[in-house]
């Protein structure tokens, strides 16, 4: 689902939170309801009567859930920042590197130390995850990268640091046509 951030004049329903100023340069903050009854606070920061950020409080419990940003200005939101777990903290993001309206890399904090562990990509526009990286021992430096390049659904390649050097001491290949060492 492609969400739009464009928000119309206020009315009865809108109450006006921040940037009560008229100058065009001060963001204003509109708190509306969304379609499904959650919470939205949707932000304009240049004057455009267009969000270029909005905060969900899906459940309305006074805590945000996602944040959607527009990074390019066209009107649509393209990044989303989500608090998963309902901690407060942000545990996931979610990009659409196209523009085609599909989030197609992910950046998840599975053990919520406030670091991503793992980063998945759509590189091929497929809707199937292609490229996988992870940090398995929560160290900061990946030490499992997993790829699919022929679409097929199985990773050709992985690379692992099984000894968490920083230094990847595996490769397998799925195809031995694939590697490069094989072909020397």
Not at 1 to 13: K, Q, V
Not at 77 to 83: G, K, P, S, V
Not at 157 to 181: I, M, Q
Request: charged share 40%; proline share 2%.
């Amino acid at each position: 689902m492609t969400e739009h951030a464009g928000f119309g004049p206020a009315d009865e329903d809108t109450e006006v939170h921040a940037g009560l100023g008229a100058a065009a340069d001060e963001p204003t903050i509109v708190r509306v309801e969304g379609e499904h009854g959650e919470t939205v606070y949707a932000m304009d920061t240049d004057g455009d009567n267009v969000a270029d950020a909005a905060a969900y409080d899906d459940d309305s419990d006074g805590v945000i859930d996602r944040i959607g940003v527009d990074t390019d200005h066209d009107g649509t939101f393209d990044t989303e920042l989500r608090d998963s777990d309902g901690d407060g903290r942000i545990d996931a993001v979610f990009v659409d590197t196209d523009h085609d309206g599909d989030k197609d890399v992910a950046a998840l904090d599975s053990d919520g130390d406030g670091r991503f562990d793992r980063v998945v990509v759509d590189t091929d526009d497929d809707g199937i995850i292609d490229t996988d990286v992870r940090d398995t021992n929560h160290d900061g430096r990946a030490d499992y990268v997993g790829r699919d390049s022929d679409g097929d659904g199985r990773r050709d390649y992985v690379a692992t640091d099984s000894d968490h050097d920083g230094t990847f001491d595996t490769v397998h290949y799925d195809d031995p046509k694939n590697n490069p060492l094989a072909q020397a």
